[in-house]
């Protein structure tokens, strides 16, 4: 006999749990899966290796490292993208890099999984014995807020209008912190070509030390190179991943709000099924009823 998939487990493609059979109940969830994003850490890891390598096989690896050159991009950079933001938001901006690697994640299938199963149940037994299945979400705070209020007999109108509230302050607070990573990519080759034009002054000033002028050209051509890196193989890349990742978990709570709305409303969970999978993308729909 095929192993029926979990309400909460992540279902294959298309799958039909088939009608009249028994579906299985909710297991607790303590906190939405922290996922390794592997694909962030050997994307950066072989960015930066493969540029080290070639550093490394053409000569003297000393010659990429330049005190001042440092101390013009990633000070200027972190400086200036300051005065755009404030301290806590570029401090900040530190914790969501991390998020970009290790990031909770519910998967989208397996919250329509969830959510089916939690209004086939208000369907069966009423809106109030969803009370007793709170405890096992408990990891979904969106989600426990919702049903909250649809148990405590908010109307629909004012469910929405609520959730909807939180999906903008979240939505904004992730804008937040990839506005941060992206204008540090647009400020720090800014300030390699800054750190250029102050080692081209030192060198012509002291042309007639030649002595100076390997030092300075070595600043001129060095924080070109950190701004380029920095900008192209780090902020850049992660502020494109943190949107995605917004994108993705934007999408689960979408989910959670078309249920929670279907079971304030008293819908059929059929129709509910019918709305989840068109948020799905085609290949991760689900087949809850026949």
């Known amino acids: 006999m095929m192993k029926q998939p979990t309400a909460i487990g992540r279902p294959a493609t298309g799958i039909n749990l088939g009608a009249g059979r028994e579906r299985p109940a909710l297991t607790p969830v303590q906190s939405r899966k922290m996922t390794t994003d592997f ?25 990429f490292f330049n005190g001042p050159a440092i101390l013009i991009v990633v000070g200027g950079t972190f400086a200036t993208t300051t005065i755009c933001f404030s301290f806590s938001d570029v401090c900040g901006s530190q914790k969501v890099i991390l998020r970009t690697i290790f990031y909770p994640v519910t998967d989208p299938p397996a919250a329509a999984l969830r959510i089916l199963h939690l209004a086939e149940t ?112 780090l902020f850049s890349p992660l502020a494109s991943k943190l949107e995605r990742n917004s994108r993705e978990e934007a999408l689960v709570d979408q989910i959670y709000l078309m249920g929670a709305l279907s079971v304030g409303r008293q819908e059929n969970p059929r129709r509910l099924e019918m709305l989840l999978n068109s948020l799905l993308p085609p290949d991760q729909r689900i087949k809850y009823f026949d």
């Open 122 to 233: 208000a369907r069966k037994q009423g809106v109030l014995s969803l009370q007793e299945m709170l405890p096992s979400l408990a990891g979904e705070s969106f989600l426990c807020h919702a049903l909250h209020m649809v148990i405590d007999g908010f109307s629909a109108e004012d469910v929405e209008k609520i959730l909807r509230r939180d999906l903008e302050a979240t939505r904004a607070r992730h804008v937040k912190s990839a506005s941060v990573l992206h204008k540090a990519a647009e400020v720090s080759p800014a300030m390699g070509l800054i750190g250029t034009l102050v080692g081209l002054v030192q060198m012509l000033s002291h042309l007639d030390e030649p002595s100076t002028i390997g030092p300075s050209m070595a600043v001129a051509l060095l924080t070109t190179f950190y701004g380029a890196l920095l900008a192209n193989l």
């Open 39 to 63: 694909a962030t850490i050997i994307g950066l890891g072989g960015a930066f290796g493969l540029i080290a390598t070639a550093v490394i096989l053409g000569g003297s690896p000393q010659a």
